[in-house]
């Protein structure tokens, strides 16, 4: 296949579907792969006995790079879709360069204008193989699931790596209750910021989609030569409303709410993961027969303690 037909091909495709329905097809495919690698790791985690151990940093390390780099990736293809479509309007005098087109029958916009199509794809490409890298790694995380060390407080702590011979490193920092309310402040922002953003991407597409008519309303009481310079200069505003602002925050939507979405899957190698264990961590009844045996515990029902300590304040 010769560049002038994968270049005819792609322009075809995303023509019939349009650059955001086009980008949101190969981010489909990319979501598609990490969820058959999901499944796929939580398999072998589940038939393998885990003999080493390593989260490559912080919890968040992976996770906290998948949907930045994702939304920037996204944003640049759609950028690079609208701007190829407006180039193949203009096709190339000569016809072993088909694919560098000529706006405004001239060769020097027509390369700067291809090389600024270029680099969008380049930096769309990218960033969404950096999100597909960095997900991989996560998802992996997330099949394994949390490794957890019992300090001698009863305390439990995420372990950050174990090696064969049984040297472990565990997140000594992060207790439950830090934890906890590391949770609820990053559940906090991401609502914030879920509103913000979803308030400003709704006022942007009513400018883009009622803007124009709406100001053209008021034009019988405008003088003619300000109606002349707002009929040239709204569609220019309408059009860099909708690809500076239009786009890019309603991806930024899609991204915060995905966010939202897999913190209420539970997954815990993500910034404020949500904290499942008991608040103390259970002793099993082998430690409570020893204990009993011992005279040192007097373990009661919840019922029963309720009971005693209402009953020692009325004494």
Same mark, same amino acid.
């Given at each position: 296949?010769?560049?002038?037909?994968?270049?005819?091909?792609?322009?075809?495709?995303?023509?019939?579907?349009?650059?955001?329905?086009?980008?949101?097809?190969?981010?489909?495919?990319?979501?598609?792969?990490?969820?058959?690698?999901?499944?796929?790791?939580?398999?072998?985690?589940?038939?393998?006995?885990? *003999?080493?151990?390593?989260?490559?940093?912080?919890?968040?390390?992976?996770?906290?790079?998948?949907?930045?780099?994702?939304? &920037?990736?996204?944003?640049?293809?759609?950028?690079?879709?609208?701007?190829?479509?407006?180039?193949?309007?203009?096709?190339?005098?000569?016809?072993?360069?088909? %694919?560098?087109?000529?706006?405004?029958? &001239?060769?020097?916009?027509?390369?700067?204008?291809?090389?600024?199509?270029? !680099?969008?794809?380049?930096?769309?490409?990218?960033?969404?193989?950096?999100?597909?890298?960095?997900?991989?790694?996560?998802?992996?995380?997330?099949?394994?699931?949390?490794?957890?060390?019992?300090?001698? &407080?009863?305390?439990?702590?995420?372990?950050?790596?174990?090696?064969?011979? !049984?040297?472990?490193?565990?997140?000594?920092?992060?207790?439950?209750?830090?934890?906890?309310?590391?949770?609820?402040?990053?559940?906090?922002?991401?609502?914030?910021?879920?509103?913000?953003?979803?308030?400003?991407?709704?006022?942007?597409?009513?400018? %883009?989609?009622?803007?124009?008519?709406?100001?053209?309303?008021?034009?019988?009481?405008?003088?003619?030569?300000?109606?002349?310079?707002? $009929? &040239?200069?709204?569609?220019?505003?309408?059009?860099?409303?909708?690809?500076?602002?239009?786009?890019?925050?309603?991806? %930024?939507?899609?991204?915060?709410?995905?966010?939202?979405?897999?913190?209420?899957?539970?997954?815990?190698?993500?910034?404020?993961? *949500?904290?499942?264990?008991?608040?103390?961590?259970?002793?099993?009844? $082998?430690?409570?027969?020893?204990?009993?045996?011992?005279?040192?515990?007097?373990?009661?029902?919840?019922?029963?303690?309720?009971?005693?300590?209402?009953?020692?304040?009325?004494?």
């Amino acid at each position: 296949m010769t560049v002038n037909e994968l270049v005819a091909a792609v322009l075809a495709f995303v023509r019939m579907n349009g650059p955001i329905g086009a980008v949101a097809y190969l981010t489909g495919v990319l979501v598609a792969i990490l969820g058959v690698f999901y499944l796929l790791a939580k398999v072998a985690a589940r038939l393998s006995v885990r *003999k080493t151990f390593d989260i490559g940093g912080n919890f968040d390390h992976f996770y906290s790079r998948v949907l930045p780099a994702a939304r &920037s990736g996204t944003v640049a293809l759609i950028f690079a879709g609208y701007l190829g479509l407006w180039l193949s309007r203009w096709p190339a005098a000569s016809p072993q360069l088909r %694919w560098l087109h000529q706006p405004y029958n &001239s060769g020097f916009y027509g390369v700067l204008a291809t090389l600024i199509v270029a !680099g969008l794809i380049a930096k769309g490409a990218w960033d969404l193989a950096k999100a597909e890298w960095f997900g991989l790694r996560w998802l992996r995380l997330e099949a394994g699931g949390v490794l957890w060390h019992i300090a001698d &407080s009863g305390e439990p702590y995420r372990t950050m790596w174990l090696r064969r011979n !049984g040297e472990y490193l565990y997140d000594r920092e992060m207790t439950r209750d830090k934890r906890a309310g590391e949770e609820l402040t990053t559940l906090r922002e991401r609502r914030l910021r879920l509103g913000t953003v979803s308030a400003v991407a709704a006022i942007a597409v009513i400018v %883009w989609l009622k803007g124009q008519s709406f100001i053209e309303t008021f034009y019988p009481a405008l003088s003619s030569g300000f109606v002349g310079l707002l $009929q &040239s200069v709204l569609p220019i505003f309408i059009w860099l409303a909708f690809f500076f602002v239009v786009i890019p925050m309603t991806v %930024w939507v899609i991204a915060v709410l995905l966010d939202e979405l897999i913190y209420r899957s539970g997954a815990q190698f993500i910034t404020g993961a *949500k904290v499942l264990e008991p608040g103390a961590w259970r002793l099993s009844r $082998q430690n409570v027969e020893e204990q009993k045996v011992h005279g040192d515990a007097d373990f009661v029902a919840a019922a029963e303690a309720v009971r005693r300590m209402f009953g020692a304040g009325k004494q």
